[in-house]
T-cell receptor, first 116, second 108 residues
């Protein structure tokens, strides 16, 4: 398993500003991901955070809006840029552990973002 | 983004009853995972399934990986109040795709 922490746990931000969310894992992991969970909805994958290269974004998400850093195998950041009220969501960091196809995926506690 | 169809959307049951929920997809998956999410928390992994037909238990929870690899179900036996929450299925190929969720309410 993996223990994941996120900072901040919640924030209230003004529109037009940016927020950087940090994700720290207690062990080195190959795969790190960022998800968004809009109010009352399921989880949607934003991007895969690749160590040493640019993140891989899913359809509908772009680097200018959600820049991601992955400086090492235990840490990643997600920035929500130029925020609008539609960005109010829970943002979740996730990691995969396991090998030979027997993968498990774990989630952090989430960052609750409210944009006013 | 892509999501899996999960049913029922919500369930209201009495303590002690058994619960069954399922997840279907038009795509084949290599892995099925089931999660529970409590309010204000991230999803917690309950069960992982890796082979078509596999049946796995974790305490009162039992889950199965469908033979076609396009579906999975989760059963909870003898429900208790702390089973309340939202249950998500998730299917994985190169990335994990989530179901729409089942909200479970248990009444004493």
């Amino acid at each position: 398993s993996a223990v994941i922490s996120q900072k901040p746990s919640r924030d209230i931000c003004q529109r037009g500003t940016s927020l950087t969310i940090q994700c720290q894992v207690d062990s080195q992991v190959t795969m790190m991901f960022w998800y968004r969970q809009q109010p009352g909805q399921s989880l949607t994958l934003i991007a895969t955070a690749n160590q040493g290269s640019e993140a891989t974004y899913e359809s509908g998400f772009v680097i200018d809006k959600f820049p991601i850093s992955r400086p090492n195998l235990t840490f990643s950041t997600l920035t929500v840029s130029n925020m609008s009220p539609e960005d109010s969501s829970i943002y979740l960091c996730s990691v995969t552990t396991g090998f030979l196809g027997l993968y498990e995926q774990y989630f952090g506690p989430g960052t609750r973002l409210t944009v006013t | 983004g892509q999501q899996l169809n999960q049913s029922p959307q919500s369930m209201f049951i009495q303590e002690g009853e058994d619960v069954s929920m399922n997840c279907t997809s038009s795509s084949i998956f290599n892995t099925w995972l089931w999660y529970k999410q409590d309010p204000g928390e991230g999803p917690v992994l309950l069960i992982a399934l890796y082979k078509a037909g596999e049946l796995t238990s974790n305490g009162r929870l039992t889950a199965q990986f469908g033979i076609t690899r396009k579906d999975s179900f989760l059963n909870i036996s003898a429900s208790i109040p702390s089973d309340v929450g939202i249950y998500f299925c998730a299917g994985r190929t190169d990335k994990l795709i989530f179901g729409t969720g089942t909200r479970l309410q248990v009444f004493p």
